[in-house]
């Protein structure tokens, strides 16, 4: 009876964790697009949510801040996040799914671990964080590779500008 009720835990943690993740990949609005802007010498100088478009300026939000940037400042635009950044939120993740998973499964007989591989609490969170990490950092990696991307070069050309604002 009590390892129907941990699993049940265990799924219900998943559910939630997979549901939120799924609720991520939602397409963002072109206007709150996040960005990375890159200088003429492929320096980055700013990065946030795109608020307008103008002739000469980009508008980011950035921590609640308006930033503007002139279009001859402007070498590259990157789309999305960096590879890093899935890394980091999968590694994260995945840590602290596994420590719940070890912790809760640490006292089950029958379970899939069993006694045998975690003998305390903290062994059971420890030795979760670790697998779950790693299989989370996994999942980053792949999701870092799939995201398509896009890079816009201006260079500080307003001709090309133009083109990228009407789109």
Known sequence: MIIIKKVKTIMLLLVVVLSTHMYAQKE???????????????????????????????GLKRHGNIIQINVREIGT??????AGHNL?????AGAAAGAILGVVTVNATNDLF???FYHTESDGLVGGA???AVAGAC?????????????YII??????????KDD
């Open 88 to 92: 980091l939120i999968g590694t994260t």
């Open 139 to 151: 999942n980053g990696g792949i999701t870092a590779f799939l995201k398509h991307s896009n890079t």
């Open 130 to 132: 670790m697998f779950g």
């Open 114 to 116: 069993g006694n045998w």
């Open 77 to 82: 635009i990157k789309t999305k996040r960096s």
């Open 28 to 58: 963002i609005i072109k206007s709150s697009m996040f960005v990375r802007v890159y200088n003429l010498d492929g320096k980055k100088i700013n990065k946030g949510h795109v608020t307008f478009v103008g002739d000469t300026i980009l």
């Open 155 to 164: 260079n500080g050309d307003l001709e090309k500008w133009q083109v990228l």
